[in-house]
C-alpha cells in the first residue's frame, strides 16, 4: 500500500548541523539493560530499530569517566579507547540500515553511586547521593570542573572514532550539569554560580567542548530538561528553562527536549495519555532555530504529524513506541498504520532495566531477543509442515500464539470460552487507568482477523472430550489463571484462617463486577499493580477501602517501573487508608486481624469484606485431564502444551513472550542446555 499522503511530512529529511536524518523518526537515547555488558545485543536491538526506519538511533547514558558510574544498572562507557569497539558494533549495525548514529555522553554527578568504580561523586556542592546509598558528593573544584569538560571531550573524540554522527551533552533528567542549573543544588560563588548565566555555564562549555571534539564529523546535541522535578522547582518552563535554551539556543545542532525526571518523563499511561509534555517543550522552537525533537510515547500517526504541523516538534522522539515496534516508521511508511503495535505504557521495559536484566516489553516479545534467539520482530520462520494446532483460551498468550503461528502459515483454530477476546487484558483494562493495555488484544486480534489461515471460535468452551475429539494434531492450552481464595501468598505459606467466610474475595470477583460490600479491606500481598488497582476501582464504587501490605510501599515492585510514587499517591487522593508492614493474621466476622510484619503486635480493623491478592493458580485442570489418560487421548493429538498463565501465572509480558516462544519453537525447538547465545567475557591466556 502506498503511504496515506498526509503523513508525507513525517519523511521528510531534516539537517542536524553535519548530517541529515532521513526522516523525522528519532529513537531518544534509552537504557536497554544492556549497556556495555551486553554489546552484541544491543547492537543488535539498535539496529533492528534502523531496520525499521527510524532515521537516527541513540544509545542509552554513556558514561564518560569512573567518577560516573551506575552499576549495577547497565550503561554504556566510553572512559578509554578500550570501549569504543563495543560501540562500533552498535554503530555499523545502524549504520547498515541508512540511520545516524547518536552517542549520549553522560554524567551524572550525585545521581549515581559509583558502587564499581568506588570513586567519590561529583556535584555543584557538598549532596548527599539521589539513590539509598550511604554516599554522597563532594564539592567541584575548578580543576574538577576542567577535568570534566576534559573528559567529555575525549569521549566525544572516541564516540567519532566509534561512528557515532550525534554526540550529546546530557543535561536532561536530574543529572550533572542540571545540577549546576538549579539554584537548590548550586550554591557556588564562582562563576558557576550565582546568576543563570553562570550556572548555564557549565552546559555551554560542555557544548563548546564537544564541539571542538567532533569538528564537523559529528552533530551536537543537548538534551535539556525543560521541567520541574523534585528538588528543581526553581527551573520551570515558564521561568528560567526558557531562559536557558534562549541564552543557548543556536549553539549546539539539534535540542533534544523532555520534561522532568524519569519517573515524570516516562509516565505509564496510567498516568499520563499520548502527548502530554507538549505543553512543556511547546516554547522551544519558538526560541531557537536549530530542529528539536520532543517525546510523549507518540504512537498515533496523526498525533505526530500535528506535532510538525503546528510547529511543536521536528522530529518525533520516541523511546517506549520503538521498544513497543522497531518498525513503527516503516509500517506508516508502507501504508499500514494499523499494523503498529502500540505501547501500552506498562513501563516493563523501564521495569526490566531498573531491576538490571536486557528490556523485555509487553507487546513486543522479540525486544531483547533479537541477537541471543535471532528474533525478529516482523519475520518469522514460514511452517514445516501441514500439522494443525488448536489453542485453547484467547488471553495474551493463546492471542500471541495465534497470531505468530498464523504468520508462520499454519492452520490455526483458537477456541473462547467467552464471547470476548483478550482474557485478562480484557478485563483488567476495565480497572481505573489501565484502558490502554487493550491495546494487547486490539493488536493481535487485527492481525488474526486478516489471517485465512487462523480460525477464532468464540463461546466455545472446550472440555477434554472435545478437545479430543476436534481431530487437531497439536493442542497449546492457554487457559490463564485465578486468583487464589484461601490468602496463601508471599506473606504466609499456610491459608488465612478465616479466608473461607464468604465476605471473602479476589480481584476475580471485582473483575467479574460482583458487589463487594464495604467497608473493604484490600490484602495486597502481591508486589504489582492489582492490589492498588482494585482498591481504586472499589473506592470508585463509593466504598470505603483499606489497602492492607506485608510491604513498606504500595505496589512496591513499581518502583521499577517507576510508578510507584504516582500509585501511593493516587490512592491517598482517593481517600483509601494504607496500612503498610501489616500481614493480615485472621478474617472474623465484620473485622480482620493484622499483625505489624517486625514486631508480631495485632492490631483488629472493621471489614465487611476482604479481598485477597495473593497467589494466582493455573487454570490446568484440561491439560491435567488430557494427559494424564494418554492412551484415552485420540490417535492423532502429538502434543499437548501449556502456555502463559495456564503453565505459570504471571506478569502480561511473560504470557506474551511465552505464546510467541511456543510458535517459534515449533518444528524448530531450541539446544535443550541453554536456548539462547550468550555474550561471553573471552578470558586472556595467562
Ligand atoms: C527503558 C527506558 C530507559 C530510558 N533510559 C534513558 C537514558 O538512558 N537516557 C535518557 O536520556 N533517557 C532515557 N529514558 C527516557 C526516554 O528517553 C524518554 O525521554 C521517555 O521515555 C519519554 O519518551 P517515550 O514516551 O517515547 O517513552 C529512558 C526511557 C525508557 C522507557
Ligand atoms: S514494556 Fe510496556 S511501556 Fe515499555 S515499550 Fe513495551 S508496551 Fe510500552
Redesign the pocket.
Known sequence: MPRDPRYDVLFEPVKIGPKTAKNRFYQ??????MGSGYPHTLAAMRGMKAAGGWAVV????CSIHPSSDDTPFA?CRLWNDDDIRDLALMTDAVHADGALAGC?L?HGGRVTMNRYSRQGLLAPRELASAFVEPVQARRMDKQDIRNLLHWQGEAAERAVIAGFDIV?V?A??AYLPMQFLSRLTNDRTDEYGGSLQNRARLIREMIEETRAAVGDKAAVAV?LNVGELAGFTDLTAEREVREVVAMLAELPDLW?V?YGD?HI???SSRF?R?A??EPYVAFVKSVTSKPVVG????TSPDTMVSQVRRGILDFI???????ADPFLPKKIEEGRPEDIRE?I?C?V??A???YGVP?RCTQNPTMGEEWRRGWHPEIIAPKTSGDTVLIVGAGPAGLECARALGQRGYDVHLAEATKELGGRVTLESRLPGLGEWARVRDYRVGQLEKMANVTIYRDSRMGAAEVRESGFAHVVLATGSRWGRDGAGRSSFAPIPGADRPQVFTPDDVLAGRAIPGPVLVYDDDPYYMGGAVAEELRKRGQPVTLVTPAALVSEWTVGSQEQPYIQARLIEAGIDIVVSHRLATVGAGEAELVCAFTERPRTIAARSVVLVSLRMPNDALYHELTSDSAALAEGIKSVTRVGDCLVPGTIAAAVQDGHRYAREFDDPPPEEVPFRRERIMLTPL
Not at 541513540?58 to 547514558?61: G, H, K, L, R
Not at 522522539?317 to 521498544?323: F, L, V, Y
Open positions: 531518544v537515547p534509552h537504557c536497554t539493560g541513540n544509545t542509552e547514558y550503561h549520549e553522560w550529546y546530557y536532561g533528567h538534551r533534544d523532555q524519569y518523563d516516562a509516565r499520563a499520548e502530554a509534555q517525546v510523549g510515547r507518540f522522539g520516541a523511546a517506549r513506541p520503538s521498544i505501547c505504557g513501563n521495559c523501564i526490566s532495566d531498573y528490556l
